[in-house]
């Protein structure tokens, strides 16, 4: 069975910084992309960042300079650098990651649990 299992959620004030860490766990064989995706309250769920196994990484614009992804392959770990954070960032943080199990024939999506990283302004 896979987990992946986010922490570094949070409260922050408006300007200030957190990291997110998300491990996948499990039967694993093989992972490709990961990424992190944030669902605000009455919006829908939205890509923030994602990057390869190769570590070519893409942002959704209102992130870009500000975010960094990054991956350790060794550890099955990626994680969220969230630097000069604004309300508007304030949302529930959810890992995806496309992961081929030990015994299945293909790559699917798995997701974490969520966590809520709150800004205050």
């Known amino acids: 069975q896979v987990q992946l299992v986010e922490s570094g959620g949070g409260l922050v004030q408006a300007g200030g910084s957190l990291r997110l860490s998300c491990v996948a766990s499990?039967?694993?064989?093989?992972?490709?992309?990961m990424g992190w995706y944030r669902q605000a309250p009455g919006k829908q769920r939205e890509l923030v960042a994602t990057?390869?196994?190769?570590?070519?990484?893409n942002y959704v614009d209102s992130v870009k300079g500000r975010f960094t992804i990054s991956r350790d392959n060794a550890k099955n770990t990626v994680y969220l650098q969230m630097n000069s954070l604004k309300s508007e960032d304030t949302a529930v943080y959810y890992c995806?990651?496309?992961?081929?199990?030990?015994?299945?024939?293909?790559?699917?999506?798995?997701w974490g649990q969520g966590t809520q990283v709150t800004v205050s302004s």
């Open positions: 990057v390869t196994s190769g570590s070519s990484t």
């Open positions: 995806n990651a496309d992961i081929k199990p030990m015994y299945g024939r293909w790559f699917r999506a798995y």
């Open positions: 499990g039967s694993i064989f093989s992972i490709n992309a």
